[in-house]
């Protein structure tokens, strides 16, 4: 992950051409040692557009995750340790979200509002706070009846003291490890809807965009398809390590 991180950022060192300049001389060239991964239908870099798209994908994968995971964390903890009618009110909230499949109401979200990826990440926002909300609740339903937070009560601390400082280090951690896990679907996610004409728009390198440009040459020129189809499926599975060995450690640390 860290070499695919390194790649993206110092992406201008680790290729020489321009990701979207256009070189109608040498479309569709196989594989060589002057274009790593061929070049496409308009003469770019397979090789240079895959690195300089997991700029995108990454981004939308922490983005992705960053915002649903502030918002669902901070609703969460709130319904948890509140209870009451405000828990009773968000938990109908989130029944609601959760009752419609993730990726269509992501697809409606944007759809309503327009292509781009700004778009994507507020139905991303939308949609994903539920998970970490759930998560949340359910830890700070079952802290807020430990021993510490209860002397915390007895000490005389406020609520936002015992939620902030006492409550949510101990129930953030299994939100992180799905996150991780959350943050392979985002990319996954934002490489469909580019594919489909509602994420990142052309001549913008993205993943699922180069797919939808060259699904047409899949058996002419498979090299415009094969690049950025294993591009997803590397970062989704080495994500979905790093999520797996976070899940242990949390496991580990509960034991």
């Known amino acids: 992950m860290l070499v695919i991180v390194l790649a993206a950022v110092f992406a201008p060192w680790v290729t020489p051409y ?51 995971l502030i918002l669902g964390t901070m609703v969460g903890l709130i319904a948890g340790y509140f209870g009451g009618w405000v828990d009773s009110l968000i938990g109908r909230v989130i029944d609601v979200v959760i009752a419609f499949p993730f990726l269509v109401l992501v697809i409606a979200i944007v759809a309503m509002l327009g292509p781009g990826l700004i778009n994507l990440y507020v139905a991303l926002t939308l949609v994903s706070w539920v998970l970490y909300a ?48 959350d943050f392979a679907l985002d990319v996954q996610v934002g490489a469909t809807l580019s594919f489909f004409g509602l994420g990142a728009q052309p001549p913008a390198p993205e993943w699922g965009l180069m797919i939808a440009e060259s699904r047409s040459m899949l058996l002419s020129a498979p090299w415009t398809v094969i690049g950025p189809g294993l591009a997803i499926v590397v970062v989704s599975l080495v994500i979905s390590l790093i999520g797996d060995g976070l899940a242990d450690k949390v496991r580990g640390l509960d034991g």
């Open 134 to 181: 759930r998560i949340v609740r359910g830890e700070t339903l079952a802290l807020k009846r430990r021993e510490y937070v209860l002397a915390a009560r007895n000490l005389g601390y406020g609520h936002l003291r015992i939620m902030l400082r006492h409550i949510l280090p101990n129930a953030i951690p299994p939100a992180f490890v799905f996150g991780m896990s």
């Open 18 to 68: 321009d990701p979207v300049a256009l070189d109608l001389r040498n479309a569709l060239k196989p594989p060589s040692w002057k274009n790593l991964l061929g070049t496409d239908n308009l003469g770019r870099d397979v090789f240079t557009r895959v690195v300089y798209a997991a700029r995108i994908d990454l981004q939308i994968g922490a983005i992705g995750v960053a915002l649903p």
